[in-house]
C-alpha cells in the first residue's frame, strides 16, 4: 500500500514560475526522500531529509519536512521546461528500509 | 557508465510464459530493492536483498515471483505462469548500507503481457 500522497497530483506552469508540490504520510519515520521520474525512465533521487531536520536546499530545490502534522513539500524555484517529470515522495520507516511511494505529482513546465 | 543497469528494457510476452529480468546495481553498493510501477502509480516495494541474503518480501510478491542474488552482485526476478496482471514496469535500485542513504534506480524494464 502506498503510505505518501502528493497534493496536486498534476500541475502546469510557466517557465520561470516556482512550482511547490506536497506530500502527506501516515507513520512515523527516519527519513523522507523525493524522486524525479522522466517519461519511461527509472527514477532520479533529489533530496534526503531526516526526521530531525526542518529543511534542506539543493539547488534550486528546497524541501520542508513537518513531522508533526506528517506533511513535506518539495519547492522547485525559477522552473525550467527540462523539469517537466513526476516527482514522488518516499518514506522509510527506518534507516534502509525499503521506500514507500506516493502517487507522485505530474508536473508540466511550459516554455 | 556505472550506474543501476537493467535488462531487457521491454519484454512482451504471452500470458502463462515464465519471465526473468536482470539487474545490476552499482557495485560497491550491498544492499539490492526489486519494485513495481504501474501507470500513473509510484513504485511499489517486491523484495530487497543485502549483500546474498533476502532481507524482506512484500506481500505482493506472490508464489509464482522468485528473486535472487546468488553472489551479491547481479539479481534476477523471475516470473512464473505470467498474468495479465503482471503487466508493469519492473524498477531495480541499489544502496550504500549505512542508515538513510538514498536508492539508485535502473532505468527499469517493461513488461508486456499479451
Known amino acids: 500500500s502506498q503510505q505518501g500522497e502528493e497534493d496536486p497530483q498534476a500541475l502546469s506552469i510557466q517557465e520561470g514560475e516556482n512550482a511547490t508540490m506536497n506530500c502527506s504520510y501516515k507513520?512515523?519515520?527516519?527519513?523522507l526522500q523525493w524522486y524525479r521520474q522522466n517519461s519511461g525512465r527509472g527514477l532520479v533521487h533529489l533530496i534526503l531529509i531526516r526526521s530531525n531536520e526542518r529543511e534542506k536546499h539543493s539547488g534550486r530545490l528546497r524541501v520542508t519536512l513537518d513531522t508533526s502534522k506528517k506533511s513535506s513539500s518539495l519547492l522547485i524555484t525559477a522552473s525550467r521546461a527540462a523539469d517537466t517529470a513526476s516527482y514522488f515522495c518516499a518514506t522509510a520507516i527506518s534507516g534502509n528500509t525499503p521506500l514507500v511511494f506516493g502517487k507522485g505529482t505530474r508536473l508540466s513546465v511550459i516554455a | 557508465d556505472t550506474g543501476v543497469s537493467q535488462n531487457p528494457r521491454h519484454k512482451i510476452t504471452k500470458r502463462g510464459q515464465n519471465v526473468t529480468f536482470r539487474c545490476d546495481p552499482i557495485?560497491?553498493?550491498?544492499?539490492l530493492y526489486w519494485y513495481r510501477q504501474t501507470l500513473g502509480q509510484g513504485p511499489e516495494f517486491l523484495t530487497y536483498?543485502?549483500?546474498?541474503?533476502?532481507?524482506?518480501k512484500s506481500r505482493l510478491l506472490s508464489d509464482r515471483f522468485s528473486a535472487e542474488r546468488p553472489k551479491g552482485s547481479f539479481s534476477t526476478l523471475e516470473i512464473q505462469r505470467t498474468e495479465q496482471g503482471d503487466s508493469a514496469m519492473y524498477l531495480c535500485?541499489?544502496?550504500?548500507?549505512?542508515?538513510?542513504?538514498?536508492?539508485?534506480f535502473g532505468d527499469g524494464t517493461r513488461l508486456s503481457i499479451l
Open positions: 507513520t512515523s519515520i527516519n527519513n
Open positions: 536483498f543485502q549483500n546474498e541474503a533476502q532481507l524482506e
Open positions: 557495485s560497491e553498493h550491498n544492499r
Open positions: 535500485a541499489s544502496s550504500l548500507d549505512q542508515g538513510g542513504q538514498p536508492q539508485h
